[in-house]
């Protein structure tokens, strides 16, 4: 079995910063892309930053020059570092990984349990 678990969520004031960890558990031959979803109350999930295994990275356009990902594959670990946060980055942040659990080419995607982040304005 594998399990994601965050960490690093809470409160802070607007422009403040937090950083976001992620490990992954388990049964784990190699992880492929690495991300961070959120959603907001009564608001759909949606991306907001991606890192693959060749540290290629994507960006929701909202969090541009905000947000950093970057991953340590020596443990499994992704994080989110945020900065200049906003009342409307206010979310639940969830983990997401996309990870093979032996050589064949099956690939899983997990989500871990979600940490909530609220910016006050």
């Known amino acids: 079995q594998v399990q994601l678990v965050e960490s690093g969520g809470g409160l802070v004031q607007s422009g403040g910063s937090l950083r976001l960890s992620c490990v992954a558990f388990?049964?784990?031959?190699?992880?492929?892309?690495m991300g961070w979803y959120r959603q907001a109350p009564e608001k759909q999930r949606e991306l907001v930053a991606i890192?693959?295994?060749?540290?290629?990275?994507h960006y929701a356009d909202s969090v541009k020059g905000r947000f950093t990902i970057s991953r340590d594959n020596t443990k499994n670990t992704v994080h989110l570092q945020m900065i200049s946060l906003k009342p409307e980055d206010t979310a639940v942040y969830y983990c997401n990984a996309i990870i093979a659990k032996d050589s064949s080419a099956a690939r899983f995607q997990y989500w871990g349990q979600g940490t909530q982040v609220t910016v006050s304005s």
């Open positions: 890192i693959t295994n060749s540290d290629s990275t």
């Open positions: 388990g049964s784990i031959f190699s992880i492929d892309a």
